[in-house]
Structures are given as structure tokens and as C-alpha cells.
């Protein structure tokens, strides 16, 4: 696999893969194991979308993980596990190890019906078994949905109808911190929902009593008590889907992006190696959960994929104190350090006394992602986490792009404060004014859109390819719009200024308005709301939602106490908003259309400049929530 070594190396591998893409990603393809060479290396066009990587390439992408490494990696350890507790001993499972669980398991989904192309849905705590699952689908050809165990049963409910899931695998409970969450009870209230599932997988994880219902619910440990621990890979074509991972957008319910077998297999191992620049024995941590594209790239497959050692963390960041994640690198010796801003931030906010225990000198790289990462939250992480020696990589890429696009690769390309920096090679990224003509040279500002394919990017959401277009392919003709802004400074280096259209990012946890409001608008005494993101000093952007409401006799407070209850009912407690207005009006353009920059002004408690408000529909109202804004 080629690992970039030097910054003239980046520049000519840059090159190559611009000027000859199709030579460039053979050459790294090369290093897989394919049951079957590709016939071509890329067929595409962005207009349906219609793009295939590897044309008629067959493989398994646990062949790759396992088989491929085996023979030198097999007692090396591929899985470190953490608990929530520190007390509870860690667990380490080695490459031997987590294959022989991979492939029973996979017997285990096949005894109860579970063939190539079901779609499987995991809600699950942070555990080893996590993987496990993940990779037991990929190895019979099963595709797999994570749904990140914070939703609620509605919004599992939703993910499991939307694509038909046969199974969910699940556990008794998860512990976060000083909580413990009664997961299978959320799981069956979805079931009562949902119209496909015929079975439920359960991993007794807090042994927490739960009613397992007769011929539909299984144990974990019983299914796999008599299953094989043998199980040929299952041939998959590059282009056959290997997951679906819902994901919101600026319109309507999430959509199921999905990704394929052979690019982003590819691609994942690729952006790996060269971002952290793992090296042989290196542990890496990175703190995501499964339930987001974080953990499938970046936990589970890119590493494993690189024959990597990789730390899965059961809990939070604060718990039992904020030393937690500074214990857990000295404790395992952790090389390479992957995290989102919000939890620098939020561990920034505790001081420097919970470092004093540490050392962490066995760091030598630390990352971020989710979320543009503030200069100041950026300093505090280099010099008091990466004590002033550790390269910052901010990454930049999304659940669609399947893999990291824009970042320095480790030690390699410079880092600079607050800026994603350069494209991998590989990746086109250019910054287009409205019409979507390319801006070149340094200095300049606009929409960030990639005008190459690249092997791992989103080839369609599921169930529904017009979606996929709208989405992502008719802003700019020819374009994959990413629905984020950035700059290139006048070092050539891209900055991200965070998102262009109504999504928000909350804790690095992306979010619809208009997923919120429907979510708010289901309480039955709310008329009508507008949800807008607005600073917040921990979470980067807080919920703001401005809301009409039947009031009937009740006051404010109860109402938007139940309002916040009614979010977390529909979607989970990630989106709660953070500040709830009871107005009497939205300001609306003549067309009825909500204006909502004059809400994200008052969110944000500046009302210096909010334009010309007498052409509204309702000027009056502007008044009315400045000052129930208290402004
Ligand atoms: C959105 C994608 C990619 C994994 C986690 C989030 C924002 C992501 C950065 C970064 C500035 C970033 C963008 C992007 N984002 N990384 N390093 N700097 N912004 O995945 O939920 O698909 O969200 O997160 O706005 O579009 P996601």
C-alpha cells in the first residue's frame, strides 16, 4: 500500500492522480486482494449520478481484513477494547481472534436467514461486538445500517421501514457514564413499528432484565454457541453495496447514503495509512461511535483494513472525571489520537488540572473531526494534548464522501491552525462562486464542491436515486456539491467555514431544521416552527427553535419542556434544542417563505444588521421576537 513518505512525495503523487487518476488508483488497488481484477478502473458520470470504481472487480472486504494479513498479523492485536468503567478490565482481541467471532457470528446471521443483500440493522453499544457485526454482515454479503444507539425507537423505527431490515442485532443495555440506557426496551417499542424485522439479535452487555419475545428475540451468546467458526467470504461484486448509514440533509426525513465494496474498501485503508501515517505496531484511538461514518471508516474498516490496532472506548469523555481520555492513551500507549472539537472544547473547559497525571508522550499524532475546530480549541489540543510535537490533522470529509478529502497527511504536509489544508491525493476539490464556476487562485471564497469521482463517494440513497441527485448533483452541473463553504488562503491551504444550507452541526452531529421542526411540529399544541443553528461555545453550533404555539392556558415553561420531550421522543436527545422562543409569528417574505436569516441573527444576539424587514409579510413580528429574545 502506498504510504506518501515526504512533501515532494505528496506533490508528485498529487499530480499523478490528477493528471492520470485511472494508472494512479490501479497502482493502490493493486495491493488488495481481489478474487477477480477489475475490467476497468472508472465508469462515471455526474449527472444521473452514475459511478462505478473497479468495473466488474470481485472481492470481500473481510478477505482483506483477515486472509490478507493473517499470515503475518495473526497473534497481533486488532481490537483493544475500553470500558465505560475503568475498573472493568479491557479486552484485547487479536487478528486470529476477532476473525474466529467474525466468522461465527456470520454463521449465526446465516442460520437465521440472513443472505447477500438483506440489510441488517445494528444498534448497539460501543463493543468489540459492534465490529463484529459489522464484519460478519460484510463477510455473507449482508448489508448493514448502524443507527448510533442515541435515537430514539421512532427514529430506529424509521431506518429499519425505510430499508426493509430483516434483522436488528442490539444489546440488553449500554452504559455511558453514570448512565445506563435500557437499549432492547427502546428496540422493542420501534418494533411495534416497524414491518419487516422478523428477527432481533441481543448481546447481554448490562444484564439488565428485558423480554426476549419467543420465536423473534436471541441471545447473542446462544446463537453463536453452536454456530462454525468457519465461513467461506461471500464473492461481492466492487459495485454490490456493503452499507447503508443514514444520514440528515436540509430536506425531509434522513437518507440512507450508500457506500460499496471495492472503492471503499480502496479508499478507506488508502486515507488511513497516509492521513495518520499508522505504522507497525502503532495503537490507534479514535473516539467516535460506531453509529456515524467516523467509526465505519476510522474505527472499524480503514484500520483493520491496515492491519492496525485500533481502541474502541465504551464511554464519555467526563466520566468517572476529565482525565478519562488522558488515562486511556497513557493506559494503552496510543500513537495516533483521533477526536472531535466538542470534546476538546468541552474538555478544555475543565483546566489543566486533570492532565497533571499524564504523560502522553506515547502520542505522535492527533486528529480532529466533525466540525471546523476554532484557533483556540486548536492551540489548547497542540500544545497541551500533542505538547507541541504531535502534527494536527483536521479532517474534512463526510458521511457522502465515505473517507477523509481534505487534510494534511501527518508530519508530511504542514498543518495550520483551523485549516483542513490540502486535498489527498486523489481528491479534486474546488471552490465555485453561485453559478458554479470554478474561483481559482489563492485568496478566494465560495462553495466547496469535488469535480472528480473518487473510489469510496456516495453512489446513490437508498431506495430513492433521484434524491442522490437533487442532493448532491444538480447545484452545479458536473459538480458533487458538498453543501459546505470554504476559503483558500493565500498559502493555497482550504479552510471550511461550515455549512451553506439548512443543516446544522451540533457536537459534530449533523442535523436537518427541518428534521427538528417536523420533530417539534408533532407536539399537538405547536402550529408552526423554524429551527436555525446559532454559536454555541461547546457543541460549535446550539439549537435554536422560534415556535407558534396554541397556548391553552399552560405556561411557557411546561410548554417547552414537553416541546424538548416531543424531540427526544422523535429523533433522541442530540437534538434537543438548546433555546426554544414562543413567538406569535414567523417573519415571512410575501411568498410565505420564512426568512430565515433574520432568525439566525437573533439567535446568534445580533441585530446590528438584519436588512430591509418592511417588505415582509409581517414586519411587526421582527419586533416582537427581538424582544422576547431579550435583545
Ligand atoms: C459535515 C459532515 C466526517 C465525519 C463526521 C461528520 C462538517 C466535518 C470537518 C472539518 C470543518 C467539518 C462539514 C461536513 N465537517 N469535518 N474537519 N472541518 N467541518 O460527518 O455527519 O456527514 O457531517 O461535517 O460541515 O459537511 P457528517
Redesign the pocket.
Known sequence: MLKVQSLGGYIHEYQKSVTQPEIFWDRIAESFHWKKKWDKTVEWEFKTPDVKWFVNGKLNITENIFERNLFTLGDAPAIIWEANEPGEASVTLTYNALFEKVCTFANALKAKGIKKGDRVIIYMPMVPEAAVAMLACARIGAIHSVVFAGFSSSALADRCNDCQAKMVITSDGNFRGTKSIPVKAVVDEALETTTSIESVIVLERTKIDVSLKEGRDFWWHDVVANASSECPAEIMDSEDPLFILY?SGSTGKPKGVVHTCGGYMVYTQYSFLNVFQYAPGDVYWCT?DVG???GHSYIVYGPLLSGATTLMFEGVPTYPNAGRFWEVIDKHKVNQFYTAPTAIRALQAFGLEPLEPYKLDSLKVIG??????NEEAWHWYHTHIGKGNCPLV????????GGIMV?ALAGITPNKPAH?SLPLPGIQPIIVDPDGNEITGNNVQGNLCIKYPWPSMIRTTYGDHDRCKQEYFSTYEGLYF???GAKRDHDGYIR?L??VDD?I?VS???MGTAEVENAINEHPLVVESAVVGYPHDIKGQGIYAYVICDMENRSEASLVNEIRQTVTQIIGPIAKPDAIQIVSGLPKTRSGKIMRRILRKVAEKDISNLGDTSTLLNPDVVDEIIKGAGL
Open positions: 444520514t467516535a456515524w461514518i467516523t480532529s473531526v466533525g466540525e471546523p475546530i483536521d479532517t474534512w470529509w463526510q458521511t457522502e464522501t487534510s483542513a458538498t453543501g459546505d471550511i461550515g455549512r443543516v452541526n459534530g452531529h449533523r
